[in-house]
């Protein structure tokens, strides 16, 4: 079965520091990654898309197929950064998003 | 382009009614896929509608139907509603040109009293 774990529900850095929002994936195949961001009082949106290797709003995402893993990081965090994050694979054929539960981000001042 | 739109932003129901959920795409996009969002929790796949047909489904029962019109928009439909159906729908759209890449609206929130 298709699972992510996104193993912190919370997390809470200080701007200017590095931040890695973690997560895990369980798939047979070869999923396209997403992460989606949820800033307060706003719809969901896509914050960066593995395929495309863009860097968006300072985030960068690397796919470790080893470890099946698809670390969502940031060198220097920004208040505006607060928000929940979710990663997602896109499961090719079926082409559904799996989301994880998600983590909140708080970036203190 | 508006993006991905949804109605009604709010709705309460009670147990056993039914309700529809409403969507329309973003402009160029021919895909739609519904999930639900439970409190807390992550969206889960529903549904996905292409060539007004469903392609692909999630872990839901038949109480829960969809539909796609011609100018791709879409309606979900809840049928004997359950308390534990009280969640935000989200619509995402996509398409081919889109990559797949999947544009959410701001969802639909549903309290089932």
């Known amino acids: 079965a298709q699972r992510v774990t996104q193993p912190e529900k919370l997390l809470s850095v200080f701007k200017g520091a590095p931040v890695e929002l973690k997560c895990n994936y369980s798939?047979?195949?070869?999923?396209?990654l997403f992460w989606y961001v949820q800033y307060s009082r706003q719809r969901l949106q896509l914050l960066l898309r593995h395929i495309s290797r863009e860097s968006i709003k300072g985030f960068t995402a690397d796919l470790n197929k080893g470890e099946t893993s698809f670390h969502l990081k940031k060198p220097f965090a920004q208040e505006e950064d607060s928000a929940m994050y979710y990663c997602a694979p896109l499961i090719q054929g079926a082409q559904k998003l799996v989301f994880g539960q998600g983590t909140r981000l708080t970036i203190n001042p | 382009d508006a993006g991905v739109t949804q109605s009604p932003t709010h709705l309460i129901k009670t147990r056993g009614q039914q309700v529809t959920l409403r969507c329309s795409p973003k402009s160029g996009h021919d895909t739609v896929s519904w999930y639900q969002q439970a409190l807390g929790q992550g969206p889960q796949f529903i549904f996905q509608?292409?060539?007004?047909?469903?392609?692909q489904r999630g872990n839901f029962p038949d109480r829960f139907s969809g539909h796609q019109f011609p100018n791709y928009s879409s309606e979900l439909n809840v049928n004997a509603l359950l308390l534990g159906d009280s969640a935000l729908y989200l619509c995402?759209?996509?398409?081919?040109?889109?990559?797949?890449?999947?544009?959410f609206g701001p969802g639909t929130r549903l309290l089932v009293l």
């Open positions: 798939y047979s195949g070869s999923p396209e």
């Open positions: 995402a759209s996509s398409s081919k040109t889109s990559g797949e890449t999947q544009y």
């Open positions: 509608y292409y060539e007004e047909e469903e392609r």
